[in-house]
């Protein structure tokens, strides 16, 4: 298939693209400007520049297609509207059609859960509140929807995991936690995540959400001391200092007890393989894996 995939050059989006050329699809990757045209054009995909926030000129690209990927995010409270803008343009051009559209939502939007059901009722935490109701509009939709839900994202070095391994210590070298420690993380590592977003592309019927997560759920205790090492020490945060520093919106995310086996994503073939947080964690959280 020609996909147009959104978010190309980014973390996600980027192990996304590796996977739809590997698995022979052509991918025409929305970019901002030209340098990030060449650097996707570099590895034998279409750039078009453009404006997210333009649901119009959106349209006439994804009509030209026959599938579409969303993983731009602006990370910032643009965000919202972006969200908007491309559910726009994709109700308007794959409306009532059978070309396949997966849009990123998080995990976090099903708040504190310690068994997370993927069509359990959201209870967003603020920072992605205004999730469900695009989320929502768009499943309801005549367009061939999927909703997929990472966890907390890890790999090759990057992603939140990087933030609790580069944490402060206190006086004796010992790391402090994010929050007492005890909150459990729903997890999924890039690569399989790329997996997954192919597998719901080519093989979910639409109208579902589905928590991308690998069915490892270690507590941030246990994350922390795999840092560290058996040589090491770990100390409980707490709400404030957590708030201090994330800020308020990201920490109240951070601190969610969540778990999740991603039942709907098996269910759809998707085999999650890759190594745990734990263990890239112990191993220094290497760049290469």
Same mark, same amino acid.
């Given at each position: 298939?020609?996909?147009?995939?959104?978010?190309?050059?980014? *973390? #996600?989006?980027?192990?996304?693209?590796?996977?739809?050329?590997?698995?022979?699809?052509? =991918?025409?990757?929305?970019?901002?400007? +030209?340098?990030?045209?060449?650097?996707?054009?570099?590895?034998?995909?279409?750039?078009?520049?453009?404006?997210?926030?333009?649901?119009?000129?959106? @349209?006439?690209?994804?009509?030209?297609?026959?599938?579409?990927?969303?993983?731009?995010?602006?990370?910032?409270?643009?965000?919202?509207?972006?969200?908007?803008?491309?559910?726009?343009?994709?109700?308007?051009?794959?409306?009532?059609?059978?070309?396949?559209?997966?849009?990123? !939502? !998080?995990?976090?939007?099903?708040?504190?859960?310690?068994?997370? %059901?993927?069509?359990?009722?959201?209870?967003?935490? @603020?920072?992605? $509140?205004?999730?469900?109701?695009?989320?929502?509009?768009?499943?309801?939709?005549?367009?061939?929807? $999927?909703?997929? /839900?990472?966890?907390?994202?890890?790999?090759?070095?990057?992603?939140?995991?990087?933030?609790?391994?580069?944490?402060?210590?206190?006086?004796?070298?010992?790391?402090?936690?994010?929050?007492?420690?005890?909150?459990?993380?729903?997890?999924?590592?890039?690569?399989?995540?790329?997996?997954?977003?192919?597998?719901?592309?080519?093989? &979910?019927?639409?109208?579902?959400? *589905? &928590?991308?997560?690998?069915?490892?759920?270690?507590? #941030? /205790?246990?994350?922390? +001391?795999?840092?560290?090492?058996?040589? !090491? &020490? =770990?100390?409980?945060?707490?709400?404030?200092?957590?708030?201090?520093?994330?800020?308020? %919106?990201?920490?109240?995310?951070?601190?969610?007890?969540?778990?999740?086996?991603?039942?709907? %994503?098996?269910?759809?073939?998707? +085999?999650?393989?890759?190594?745990?947080?734990?263990?890239?964690? /112990?191993?220094? *959280?290497?760049?290469? /894996?």
């Amino acid at each position: 298939m020609d996909i147009l995939l959104t978010g190309a050059t980014g *973390y #996600v989006g980027n192990a996304v693209l590796k996977r739809l050329l590997a698995a022979g699809h052509e =991918v025409t990757a929305v970019v901002r400007n +030209e340098d990030k045209a060449a650097e996707v054009e570099a590895v034998g995909v279409t750039p078009v520049v453009g404006d997210l926030f333009d649901p119009a000129w959106l @349209a006439t690209q994804l009509e030209t297609v026959q599938g579409a990927i969303h993983t731009a995010a602006g990370s910032d409270d643009q965000d919202p509207a972006l969200n908007d803008s491309v559910i726009d343009a994709v109700v308007t051009a794959f409306g009532g059609t059978p070309k396949p559209f997966v849009h990123t !939502g !998080g995990v976090w939007t099903y708040g504190d859960n310690p068994d997370i %059901a993927d069509d359990d009722p959201q209870q967003p935490p @603020a920072i992605t $509140s205004w999730r469900p109701a695009g989320e929502e509009r768009l499943l309801a939709s005549d367009v061939r929807a $999927s909703v997929l /839900r990472p966890g907390i994202v890890y790999g090759h070095g990057q992603g939140i995991p990087a933030m609790l391994a580069g944490g402060p210590r206190d006086e004796s070298g010992a790391l402090t936690l994010i929050g007492t420690g005890d909150q459990h993380w729903a997890t999924i590592h890039v690569d399989e995540l790329a997996d997954l977003y192919l597998v719901v592309l080519e093989k &979910a019927p639409g109208g579902q959400a *589905y &928590a991308g997560a690998n069915g490892t759920n270690p507590t #941030v /205790r246990e994350l922390g +001391e795999a840092v560290v090492g058996p040589d !090491g &020490a =770990v100390v409980d945060g707490s709400t404030d200092e957590a708030g201090e520093r994330f800020g308020p %919106a990201f920490a109240e995310a951070l601190l969610l007890d969540q778990q999740s086996a991603g039942t709907a %994503a098996r269910a759809l073939g998707w +085999e999650p393989s890759a190594p745990s947080l734990v263990d890239l964690l /112990r191993a220094g *959280y290497p760049a290469d /894996r």
